[in-house]
């Protein structure tokens, strides 16, 4: 029975750890992002729709206002933790008791979108945002499981045998879980390291056929160049040969203009030399 009770409390506590860490990473994702009036999208949150949009990826739905947000979840009486929402009235002159909403992080510091001018920030929950927190709310906690007694426990032995694994190698895949990982410098999931993988071999595939038609694109120009070269050699030889047709052409007439005058001066010649004879 302790065996089952220490399973299913590691089961509860991992689950915890789990949800914090996607929480924190969710929300640094957009650390330094635009704070927009309205905004709930990460082109531009405002302080309760950045909130509201973290927890949604996780299953978690919360309502669009820090007022309203500040109704759900358990009172936090203790420390903070990861994940817990954080309140403040910023500016009483709004007349609403609640008018800012941040997600705590670790060591006294939150994360949230502050304002226009400085967008999505870190600040330390001290000094003006000390004097104007009213307290937080917890939605990430361990599920409290009735736990049935000695004599009616019916799990498959299948279970004890995934528990035991997850005792040993806790952080590991064997349990359904989305758990986290260290990849290239990051701290992410399983799920978003596959797909990251999933891309880059996707990427490298697409790198390898734009360097096949680069290549082709390539000895296409080279063979289209050939044959312009080619070209251009046939229509040089080809003028070559008009250009020679031509001269032999003109020379030729010339030769018959200069023949027929000489023709004609010999018969002026013989014409002088028989009016001579007539003389005589």
Known sequence: MKKTL???????????????????????????????????????????????????????????????????GTTVKGSLKKGDLLFFNTDPSRGIPVTHVGVYLEKGKFIHAASKSKGIIISALANKYQQT????????????????SKNNITLPKE?????????????????????????????LRESQIKELQKMENNQQESNVQKQKKEI?????????KKVETEAQALLKEKIDKERLASIKITYSAH???????????????????DAIDESL
């Open 159 to 187: 279970f004890f045998h995934a528990y035991k694994k997850a005792l040993v190698a806790p952080m590991k895949t064997q349990l359904n879980y989305d758990l986290y990982r260290i990849y290239k410098g990051q701290y």
């Open 6 to 72: 220490h399973l299913l409390l590691l089961s509860s506590t991992l689950l915890l750890a789990n949800q914090q860490m996607e929480v924190s990473t969710l929300a640094k994702k957009y650390l330094g992002g635009k704070y927009v009036w309205g905004g709930e999208e990460p082109s531009g949150f405002d302080c309760s729709g950045y909130t509201q949009y973290i927890f949604n990826k996780i299953g978690i739905n919360l309502p669009r206002t820090a007022y309203a947000q500040s109704k759900v």
């Open 255 to 273: 030769e018959a203009e200069e023949l027929g005058a000489f023709e004609e001066r010999a018969l002026s010649e013989e014409d002088a030399l």
């Open 133 to 148: 927190y009213l307290g937080a709310k917890r939605l990430l906690q361990a599920k409290q499981t009735s736990y049935p």
């Open 216 to 224: 082709q694109i390539e000895e296409g120009k080279s063979v289209l």
